[in-house]
């Protein structure tokens, strides 16, 4: 009866926001600012202590000033998304993921003892019709498939948990395009969001995206068309020219996917990059650092430690007042900061693989747990996950959250104490072999990174979701 009240209560909750984000979207172009301030009302229960009054404020200042950086980035987005698309969004992502999901997730880490995700991340298929130079994916060719019933499983037990927001990743997602459909369509009540190389993309596609409403991409690219090619094969440049295109005309919410290398790492900051992306339609985008994941990895192509010091400034200017460029950056290693560090091990994110293992993080093949046996939260309990959360933060400053990057001898130590083994679908790789490739990174790095943190400003953040609170103080 508990949970049949609960389900009640929570189409009662829906239908009701659904029917406030009905009333302000068609508010939008005669109202702007008053719809997005009843937004800002309607949220304010759901986030309750997780933001201050003068935060509130300060969003709601922002609303009122129509010349303000951001919200003329806000205003782009509300006038060229899809109607049903951007209803989809208020209500997925807005709605069931950041307000009533983060309240759930909350009440389960206290209830379970354990880590509950924000969002979950995993592979539909290790099959890619790319060979990018340096990457693991690449090389597990197509022997590895999660069903759509394992796909099911995921989303459905992630729900009850109150996960809302799925990330799809692969190999290449769109080579199962069409479970991927059926299963938008099955949960439309949550927010998937695919990481692509773009090549699948066509207009038929793009038409059930608009029907459906609740699909975004992230559209790997980097930089020019040399540097873009040199590592992901001849004509890709151009394919995701072709499916910015698209999605643009038809309205759909995307943004991008960027791995800065040490070859790349100018081209895909540069002014006149980051402007043609935003004039394509690209409203915001991933940065991730290269990581020498597995044995056929290139360390080589690790960013010099100036190098990360320059993508760190670089990437905080774009954000801030003084740049123009309508493109907000974030920045996986570097912007740590925001978010307390290390996000993996279910702490805010996992990653299940193509052959159904849960490993901590997109970028650390090891486990424990496999979906095909275990559910979602016996996963989030599985040994490997639960030193995750012993230990997190790694590094009180969160310029070096990784431990694997920046920790490799804590990574080392999670991975024997659990008996965690390797995932690397096509050659299994030692965790000493792995560490090793970042002992000297890592050494090199941590005067740097000790520089920057202590001249840098920090602010408490409100909420850490540390399991360690004595030991482990809300640093930002």
Not at 266 to 273: G, K, N, P, Q, W
Not at 327 to 349: H, K, L, S, T, W
Request: proline share 5%.
């Amino acid at each position: 009866m508990g949970n049949t009240t609960g389900s009640f209560t929570h189409m009662a909750q829906r239908k009701a926001a659904e029917a406030i984000v009905d009333v302000t979207l068609s508010k939008i172009r005669k109202d702007r600012e008053r719809a997005l301030l009843q937004i800002v009302d309607f949220a304010k229960p759901f986030i309750g202590e997780g933001i201050s009054e003068a935060q509130f404020d300060k969003v709601c200042s922002m609303i009122r000033d129509p010349e303000n950086r951001w919200m003329k980035v806000v205003n782009r987005v509300l006038d060229e998304t899809d109607p049903h698309v951007a209803k989809m969004a208020a209500l997925n992502l807005g709605y069931e993921a950041f307000l009533r999901g983060t309240k759930t997730i909350r009440k389960n880490r206290e209830k379970y003892q354990c880590n509950i995700p924000w969002l979950i991340l995993f592979d539909p298929t290790s099959a890619c019709n790319m060979h990018c130079a340096g990457c693991w994916s690449g090389t597990y060719g197509h022997k590895h498939n999660l069903s759509f019933e394992d796909m099911d499983k995921i989303i459905t037990q992630g729900k009850e948990l109150g996960v809302y927001l799925y990330m799809l990743t692969g190999g290449e997602p769109l080579v199962k395009k069409k479970e991927i459909l059926r299963l938008a369509e099955k949960h439309n009540d949550v927010e998937f969001s695919i990481y692509t190389n773009s090549t699948l993309i066509d207009d038929a596609f793009c038409e059930e995206v608009v029907r459906l409403g609740n699909i975004t991409f992230q559209l790997s690219i980097e930089g020019t068309p040399e540097t873009n090619d040199a590592r992901r094969g001849e004509g890709h440049y151009e394919a995701v020219m072709r499916a910015m295109d698209l999605l643009r005309a038809h309205g759909i919410l995307f943004g991008t996917s960027i791995c800065y290398t040490r070859t790349n790492i100018e081209a895909v900051t540069s002014d006149a990059f980051l402007r043609m992306i935003a004039e394509k339609g690209a409203r915001f985008g991933f940065y991730f650092h290269y990581m020498p994941v597995g044995n056929n990895a290139v360390p080589e192509l690790m960013p010099t430690v100036e190098q990360r010091k320059y993508i760190i400034e670089r990437l905080r200017y774009v954000r801030s007042e003084k740049c123009d460029i309508p493109f907000f950056p974030m920045d996986f290693q570097n912007d740590g900061e925001a978010v307390g560090g290390c996000i993996a091990g279910g702490r805010n994110y996992f990653h299940i693989n193509s052959a159904g293992d849960a490993e901590p993080c997109v970028f650390i093949h090891y486990s424990n747990a496999n979906i095909h046996d275990s559910s979602v939260l016996e996963i989030l309990r599985s040994p490997l996950f639960m030193e995750y959360r012993k230990g997190q933060p790694f590094n009180e400053n969160h310029l070096r959250p990784c431990p694997m990057l920046e920790n490799p001898e804590l990574l080392r130590e999670m991975v024997h104490r659990t008996g965690a083994e390797s995932t690397d679908l096509e050659s299994p790789e030692s965790v000493e072999h792995l560490c090793g490739k970042c002992e000297e990174y890592a050494e090199h790095w941590r005067a740097q990174a000790e520089e920057i943190w202590q001249r840098s400003p920090h602010r408490p953040a409100a909420y850490t979701n540390y399991a360690r609170r004595e030991s482990k103080p809300n640093t930002p």
